[in-house]
């Protein structure tokens, strides 16, 4: 069975700049989740979808961070425009549906930004 | 809110030595609890869980007890070996929302 698949691995940019990245999750796995893991610290959530459909989004910088799942497959995050505090590992997981927050989350492995 | 506080890494141990790595939380409720291992280059990956009170949730040869009285879920492992070289966290979930809450990290190396 394909992982949650992710791209680019890595990025480099300067503040200011817009990137986006890009998350495919495992087929047929209807929850979809970003997190933010800054050096040092454990992973954020920043958003999880619901099919095409966002069930919270409470800790996205809603002014410089966006995301989509316009078909409730793959999905993408944007960060327009970066700043130097944005740098971090941004990791896609996946589940087959939400509930009860022990059902298994299945990993991609993860984009490395650097702002400059 | 809900937190995780876990042991600060590194960790370097040698092969075969018995591991411990301490994990304690704070929570509302009665949260599941867990450890994801993240290898070197890999995604994070769910060790073991335990959902309730005196629960152990084991794999791979490691264990972790769920500890109501002390708010505690070490993990442990018997006899280390070179392949479990990554990080560790302990991370909590609310039962009734989907969101997990992740400690910091342990780096764990080990030496041959």
């Known amino acids: 069975e394909a992982g949650v698949a992710q791209s680019p691995r890595y990025k480099i940019i300067e503040k200011r700049q817009s990137v986006a990245f890009w998350c495919n999750p495992i087929?047929?796995?209807?929850?979809l989740y970003w997190y933010q893991q800054i050096l040092g610290q454990g992973p954020k959530l920043l958003i999880q979808?619901?099919?095409?459909?966002?069930?919270?989004d409470s800790q996205l910088p809603k002014d410089r961070f966006s995301a989509e799942r316009l078909k409730g497959v793959d999905s993408t995050l944007k960060i327009q425009p970066a700043k130097l505090e944005d740098s971090a590992v941004y990791l896609c997981?996946?589940?087959?549906?939400?509930?009860?927050?022990?059902?298994?989350?299945?990993f991609g492995p993860g984009t490395r930004l650097t702002v400059l | 809110g809900n937190s995780v506080t876990q042991m600060e890494g590194p960790v370097t141990l040698s092969e075969e030595a018995f591991l411990t790595i301490n994990c304690t939380y704070t929570?509302?409720?009665?949260?599941?609890l867990f450890w994801y291992v993240q290898y070197p280059g890999e995604g994070l990956q769910l060790l073991l869980k335990?959902?309730?009170?005196?629960d152990k949730g084991s794999n791979k040869g490691f264990e972790a007890t769920y500890r109501k009285e002390t708010t505690s879920f070490h993990l442990e492992k018997g006899s280390v070996q070179v392949s479990d070289s990554a990080v560790y966290f302990c991370?909590?979930?609310?039962?009734?929302?989907?969101?997990?809450?992740f400690g910091k990290g342990t780096r764990l190396h080990i030496l041959p």
């Open positions: 979808f619901q099919n095409n459909g966002v069930v919270d």
């Open positions: 087929s047929g796995h209807a929850t």
């Open positions: 335990a959902t309730k009170a005196d």
């Open positions: 991370a909590l979930s609310d039962p009734n929302y989907d969101k997990i809450i």
């Open positions: 997981a996946s589940s087959l549906k939400a509930g009860g927050g022990i059902r298994p989350k299945f």
């Open positions: 929570a509302t409720g009665y949260p599941s």
